[in-house]
């Protein structure tokens, strides 16, 4: 079975994760397929929302590439999304706030969503040029499964209606301190076809997400898949 990887949005990356993808993931007709925010302005800038860490190299794009043997990559900047689409806040989303933190965290949240779902898609868009894919994964850099890929691939159905997502089981500080039994952003695969329809409705629909914010309701809204892990 074919596979290629997507990695997408800023090269954030951890050693023990490229050892484990690289010597217990991938297999040798397998793709990597990226697209990766970055610039050598970039360097020595902050990277994540309530932290502190920085970018500590300028090369950290081609050592993102290098390392994870990616076969096909974008390589960006920073794009401007418009957010004009957005008109009013719902205040069930963050209960007790003010309306200055609504100001300033509002646009952080919709940057970030269409930063994220646009990389995520211009990522897929490079398995395009393969016709022997039989399925796409999409993972972060620094997740570690508990199996090898192939393993678990046996165990599922691939259907071209069908994406099976990470579960975030009891949920807490093991799953990025998500809510129990949430499908989670972090890993997901399906066929080639399923997974073109969900990330281009995840991007193209944005100016939906925010009556269907969580992925379980934006997978009601596209209607055309079902998912599960």
Same mark, same amino acid.
Not at 101 to 114: A, F
Not at 133 to 161: A, C, G
């Given at each position: 079975?074919? =596979?290629?990887?997507?990695?997408?949005?800023?090269?954030?990356?951890?050693?023990? &994760?490229?050892?484990? %993808?690289? &010597?217990?993931?991938?297999?040798? &007709?397998?793709?990597? =397929?990226?697209?990766?925010?970055?610039?050598?302005?970039? &360097?020595?800038?902050?990277?994540?929302?309530?932290?502190?860490?920085?970018?500590?190299?300028?090369?950290?794009?081609?050592?993102?590439?290098?390392?994870?043997?990616?076969?096909? =990559?974008?390589?960006?900047?920073?794009?401007?999304?418009?957010?004009?689409?957005?008109?009013?806040?719902?205040?069930?989303?963050?209960?007790?706030?003010?309306?200055?933190?609504?100001?300033?965290?509002?646009?952080?949240?919709?940057?970030?969503?269409?930063?994220?779902?646009?990389?995520?898609?211009?990522?897929?868009?490079?398995?395009?040029?393969?016709?022997?894919?039989?399925?796409?994964?999409?993972?972060?850099?620094?997740?570690?499964?508990?199996?090898?890929? !192939?393993?678990?691939?046996?165990?599922?159905?691939?259907?071209?209606?069908?994406?099976? #997502?990470?579960?975030?089981?009891?949920?807490?500080?093991?799953?990025?301190?998500? %809510?129990?039994?949430?499908?989670?952003?972090? #890993?997901?695969?399906? !066929?080639?076809?399923?997974?073109?329809? %969900?990330?281009?409705?995840?991007?193209?629909?944005? #100016?939906?997400?925010?009556?269907?914010?969580?992925?379980?309701?934006?997978?009601? %809204?596209?209607?055309?898949?079902?998912?599960?892990?």
């Amino acid at each position: 079975m074919n =596979c290629a990887f997507l990695f997408s949005g800023q090269p954030i990356f951890y050693d023990e &994760n490229i050892g484990y %993808f690289s &010597n217990y993931q991938i297999d040798e &007709n397998d793709k990597v =397929c990226s697209h990766l925010w970055w610039d050598k302005s970039y &360097n020595g800038k902050v990277y994540k929302l309530w932290f502190t860490d920085a970018f500590s190299d300028e090369n950290l794009d081609q050592q993102f590439i290098e390392r994870y043997k990616v076969t096909d =990559c974008i390589v960006e900047k920073h794009r401007d999304f418009d957010i004009t689409f957005f008109k009013k806040f719902n205040f069930d989303v963050w209960k007790d706030e003010s309306i200055e933190h609504y100001k300033i965290i509002t646009p952080l949240v919709l940057y970030g969503l269409l930063s994220q779902t646009y990389s995520n898609y211009q990522a897929f868009l490079q398995t395009k040029k393969y016709e022997n894919i039989d399925v796409v994964i999409k993972s972060r850099p620094d997740v570690i499964l508990t199996k090898p890929i !192939k393993d678990i691939l046996s165990q599922v159905t691939l259907e071209s209606d069908t994406i099976y #997502f990470q579960s975030s089981m009891g949920g807490g500080h093991l799953y990025a301190g998500e %809510f129990p039994n949430n499908p989670c952003d972090w #890993f997901f695969l399906g !066929k080639p076809e399923s997974m073109e329809k %969900f990330l281009f409705y995840f991007f193209r629909g944005h #100016f939906c997400l925010f009556e269907a914010i969580t992925v379980p309701r934006m997978r009601a %809204f596209i209607g055309a898949l079902s998912g599960q892990w």
